[in-house]
């Protein structure tokens, strides 16, 4: 691994970025850890970071030389955000980053697909993560989560279709060898946990690991794209309800072995993910 230079990690109080950050401190890396509210980080230096105030951008940047990027939140089309960043974090000496895009949007796709499209160009040594489904958006602050608490439910448009879900801490393990390596992938990876597993699976898991019944109420199309609209912005509704029509279709119903390629280890299960924050919440 190398071990020069500073990382930023934007997005360092989120589900992947906090691991990230956590994970490259703990193996000794020097970590500008990125939020908006220059939130306190373990062992990092908190700088404040907002991807729509580019004022300030430079002091953020500041003797770094890679960069984790976690896209703005909601934002439709990011590409106009976060390219005009990239060209600035380059002339400032950035030479590798990672971008954390999703499984289901390819190279050249919507919204950060452009992003991918554009990395090769702009940095000699880069990644792409493509994971799957978080599996902590069935256990965190995510809308999966909230309803499996207050409601007992899980609603998607999914149907029965599967996916390789995935452990945050797994998707945070793979960015710090992308980050670290001697050499950078310089491709784009697809990450998905051990198994591909359907919603009612995941309700069936939950239930019996906590011991409170959950079930997956299936909603059309228009029915998912209209409840998430109260949560989301409406464009950014219809292409998360569009993510769970392709599911239903098959597209996410696959697992790779990257996570056990690239960090030496198998990813962890669902039901061990839930076992483990049972035994910490008890």
């Not at 209209?226 to 996410?252: C, K, S, W, Y």
């Not at 030496?264 to 839930?274: K, S």
């Amino acid at each position: 691994m190398t071990t020069a230079g500073i990382t930023l990690v934007i997005g360092a109080t989120g589900t992947t970025g906090s691991r990230t950050a956590a994970q490259l401190t703990a193996a000794g890396h020097r970590v500008k850890a990125a939020s908006r509210q220059a939130t306190l980080v373990a062992g990092a230096e908190p700088v404040p970071f907002d991807w729509y105030d580019p004022a300030a951008h430079a002091a953020a940047l500041d003797g770094v030389d890679r960069v984790y990027l976690i896209p703005p939140l909601g934002d439709s089309d990011p590409a106009a955000t976060m390219l005009p960043f990239l060209h600035q974090a380059r002339t400032a000496g950035v030479h590798r980053a990672v971008l954390l895009s999703s499984s289901a949007i390819p190279e050249g796709g919507p919204a950060v697909g452009t992003v991918h499209q554009a990395l090769p160009d702009l940095f000699r040594h880069w990644a792409v993560l493509r994971p799957s489904w978080f599996m902590q958006n069935f256990t965190g602050t995510h809308a999966h989560a909230r309803s499996i608490r207050d409601e007992g439910s899980i609603w998607t448009a999914a149907e029965s279709g599967r996916v390789g879900f995935i452990d945050a801490d797994d998707i945070a393990a793979v960015a710090v060898r992308a980050l670290t390596d001697e050499q950078a992938p310089n491709t784009d990876l697809v990450l998905t946990g051990p198994e591909a597993l359907s919603h009612d699976d995941i309700a069936t898991i939950v239930t019996e690991v906590t011991g409170h019944p959950v079930v997956h109420r299936r909603l059309s199309y228009e029915e998912m794209r209209d409840r998430l609209t109260t949560q989301v912005p409406v464009e950014f509704a219809a292409m998360l309800a569009d993510m769970d029509r392709a599911i239903a279709n098959g597209v996410e119903d696959r697992i790779t072995d990257t996570v056990q390629r690239l960090t030496g280890r198998a990813p962890r299960t669902f039901r061990a993910l839930l076992e483990r924050e049972m035994r910490c919440n008890s």
